[in-house]
């Protein structure tokens, strides 16, 4: 099996990060000291899409405008994650946006794609 096909079984604990998402918070928390966003919390809120399923984004950003954003952070995409956040993007009237990291060869940061 190669190794692009192996993945974690389960989820981490609520509350608990992986190391993009701790990455992550920590550049949302020089955004917020720099004053370009107000405040974020990391699994702030749950969205429910239909009956018994439900969708937790990583985190809820709010603009100093008073948008409110929300934050989802991936190393790859699986299908349902993938599904969820699409639909939440059609239900919700929120800026849902997928942040990955940029690798040190493409000069580090994060990438951002807009649902």
């Known amino acids: 099996m190669r190794k692009s096909n192996v993945f974690a079984l389960g989820r981490l604990k609520t509350g608990e990060r992986n190391k993009t998402e701790a990455a992550y918070e920590s550049h949302l928390k020089l955004l ?4 370009e966003i107000a405040w974020f919390k990391f699994e702030g809120l749950k ?3 239909a009956d018994n399923t ?9 603009m ?3 948008q409110i954003e929300v934050h ?17 993007a059609a239900l ?4 849902f946006l997928a942040v990955k990291a940029k ?12 649902f």
Do not use: N
């Open 72 to 88: 989802e952070v991936k190393g790859f995409w699986q299908d349902d994650a993938k599904v969820k956040i699409k639909v939440a």
């Open 103 to 114: 690798t040190k060869k493409e000069g580090g940061g994060w990438c951002l794609e807009e």
């Open 64 to 66: 100093t405008s008073g």
């Open 32 to 35: 917020m000291l720099a004053g």
């Open 54 to 62: 439900f969708y937790t984004p990583d985190f809820i950003v709010m």
């Open 47 to 49: 969205f429910r899409l």
């Open 92 to 95: 919700f009237p929120f800026k």
